[in-house]
């Protein structure tokens, strides 16, 4: 009999973007059950200091819909805030490959692929990427907090909402 080596499960953290840059992480959730998606982010500094955070119910829409108005109301956020060097980070791969591909003009989420195209392209430094959903547990908290906010949004200046400040803690 052949022994298989075992693998190791490695465990993924958020890192902090490189000196002088911030980072922006995004997500959407959606509720099959009541069919309503919520977003949330959070923005953060090089030395992983809370910047910045955001969380929408959204309605209802689709969960891909949710991701893309994640990421284009996190980019219009830090836009607004001055920040001009940002790297926005989701874990939606589907929502980056319509950003960065050649989604058709019919496409249902066509104005929200569009806004994001055109604030990426604003002038400053902004970086879209994938991250696993290891590294973006804050803004999946700060997501699935959406559900409960109606149909409004809350922003935290200062500090995580309690429901999230665990898993802000600094390392």
């Not at 000196?19 to 997500?27: A, E, M, Q, Y």
């Not at 994001?116 to 547990?137: D, K, M, Q």
């Amino acid at each position: 009999m052949k022994d298989t080596p075992r693998q190791v499960p490695t465990v993924v953290r958020w890192q902090p973007p490189k000196s002088g840059r911030w980072k922006l992480n995004v997500d959407g959730s959606y509720y099959s059950h009541t069919e309503l998606a919520a977003i949330g982010g959070v923005v953060r500094d090089s030395q992983a200091t809370w910047v910045y955070g955001f969380a929408h119910n959204i309605g209802r829409c689709s969960i891909l819909s949710a991701e893309l108005r994640a990421i284009r109301d996190g980019l219009s956020l830090v836009w607004r805030l001055g920040i001009r060097r940002i790297e926005v980070e989701t874990d939606s791969q589907a929502a980056i490959l319509l950003i960065r591909g050649n989604a058709p003009s019919t496409h249902p989420d066509w104005v929200l692929i569009d806004d994001c195209r055109s604030l990426l392209t604003n002038n400053w430094e902004a970086t879209i990427s994938f991250v696993p959903r290891g590294a973006n547990s804050v803004a999946d908290c700060l997501a699935k907090l959406g559900h409960q906010l109606g149909h409004s949004e809350e922003c935290w200046d200062t500090a995580p909402p309690p429901e999230c400040g665990v898993i802000f803690a600094p390392r």
